[in-house]
C-alpha cells in the first residue's frame, strides 16, 4: 500500500471516530434523503449503444493540486444532468480532495441520474452517512480493504440499498474479489503508489473478469484515440473528473466526450 494511501486511510480512521461521537445510527436513518429509493448505477452503466459516463465532481486531487479554481459543486452537478452523464460521481473527502460530504447532500436534491459517493470508505457509518446524503452508490476501494471487509461493506451497503463499485488496480487484488457479490467492478488506471496512468492496467485486467461483470475503467482518459482504445477493450463505462474540471465549457466537453463514446 502506498504511503499517501496509508496517509489517508490513518487519516480517515479518525474521520470515522469523529462520525460516531456525532452521529447515531437513528440519527442517520431518520435523515430526510435516507427513505429515498435509490437509482439504480447498474442500469445506468448497462446501456450497450455507447461506453456509459460516470462524470467527476472533484475540486482537487493529491497528484494535482486545484483543478478548478471556480468551483461550484452545484452548478458543475447540473451541467452534468443537462448535458447526458450517465451518473456523477461526488468527492466528499475534504483533507485530500477538498470535497465535502454537504456536496453530496446538495447535489443529491436534484438529481436525476445515480450519485456516487466517492471517498475513502472503511465503515459501515460512512455507508449510513452516505446513505443519509442521497447517494445511490458507494465507492470501495480494494487496495486499502481485506477480503473480508470488502464482503461486509458491500452486504452493508446492499442492507442499506445502495450499490457498490469496487475499485482494483492490480492483479494482487483480484482474490478478493467475489464476483457472486461484487458486479460492478472499476479499474484504476492510476498507480496510487506512483502516481502514473496506464491504460494496459485496464486491458490486461479484463480478462479475468466473467462476462457479467460490469467494467468500469478509471483515470487517464481524455482523448478521443483512449476512448477508442477503451471501446477496443470492450468496457462498459468510464469514470472522468480531471478532462471535465479541467475545460473551459464543461457542458460542450461532456457532449463531445459522449460522442466519442457512441459504439
Known amino acids: 500500500m502506498s504511503n499517501v494511501l496509508s496517509k489517508i486511510l490513518e487519516i480517515k480512521k479518525e474521520e470515522v471516530t469523529e462520525?460516531?461521537?456525532?452521529?447515531?445510527?437513528?440519527?442517520?436513518?431518520?435523515?430526510?434523503?435516507?427513505?429515498?429509493?435509490?437509482l439504480s448505477l447498474s442500469s445506468?452503466?448497462?446501456?450497450?449503444?455507447k461506453i456509459n459516463v460516470i462524470a467527476e465532481i472533484k475540486k482537487a486531487s493529491p497528484s494535482k493540486g486545484i483543478l478548478k479554481e471556480d468551483f461550484d459543486h452545484l452548478e458543475i452537478a447540473q451541467?452534468?444532468?443537462?448535458?447526458?452523464?450517465?451518473?456523477?460521481?461526488?468527492?466528499?473527502?475534504?483533507?485530500?480532495?477538498?470535497?465535502?460530504?454537504?456536496f453530496l447532500n446538495e447535489i443529491a436534491k436534484r438529481k436525476t441520474v445515480p450519485i456516487l459517493r466517492k471517498d475513502f470508505i472503511v465503515d459501515e457509518f460512512q455507508i449510513l452517512e452516505a446513505k443519509a446524503n442521497g447517494a445511490d452508490a458507494i465507492l470501495l476501494i480494494a487496495e486499502a480493504l481485506s477480503k473480508q471487509q470488502i464482503s461486509e461493506l458491500t452486504?452493508?451497503?446492499?442492507e442499506n440499498d445502495l450499490e457498490v463499485l469496487l475499485e482494483?488496480?492490480?492483479e494482487?487484488?483480484?482474490?478478493?474479489?467475489?464476483?457472486?457479490?461484487?458486479?460492478?467492478?472499476?479499474?484504476?488506471?492510476?498507480?496510487?503508489?506512483?502516481?502514473e496512468v496506464d491504460l494496459g492496467t485496464t486491458k490486461n485486467l479484463m480478462k479475468y473478469f466473467p462476462p457479467e461483470i460490469i467494467v468500469v475503467a478509471e483515470s487517464g482518459i481524455n482523448t478521443k484515440e483512449e476512448v477508442e482504445e477503451m471501446k477496443h477493450a470492450n468496457v462498459h463505462a468510464l469514470l472522468v473528473g480531471e478532462h471535465f474540471m479541467k475545460s473551459d465549457d464543461i457542458g460542450k466537453s461532456l457532449r463531445e466526450f459522449n460522442e466519442w463514446c457512441k459504439r
Open 19 to 38: 462520525l460516531k461521537k456525532n452521529f447515531s445510527r437513528e440519527s442517520f436513518c431518520n435523515s430526510e434523503l435516507f427513505g429515498n429509493k435509490r
Open 44 to 49: 445506468a452503466l448497462s446501456k450497450t449503444e
Open 79 to 102: 451541467t452534468y444532468f443537462e448535458n447526458g452523464a450517465d451518473a456523477v460521481s461526488v468527492l466528499t473527502d475534504q483533507q485530500f480532495f477538498q470535497g465535502n460530504i454537504s
Open 155 to 158: 452486504n452493508s451497503a446492499f
Open 168 to 170: 482494483i488496480h492490480s
Open 172 to 195: 494482487r487484488q483480484l482474490d478478493k474479489i467475489d464476483f457472486q457479490l461484487n458486479k460492478i467492478i472499476g479499474i484504476n488506471n492510476r498507480n496510487l503508489e506512483t502516481f
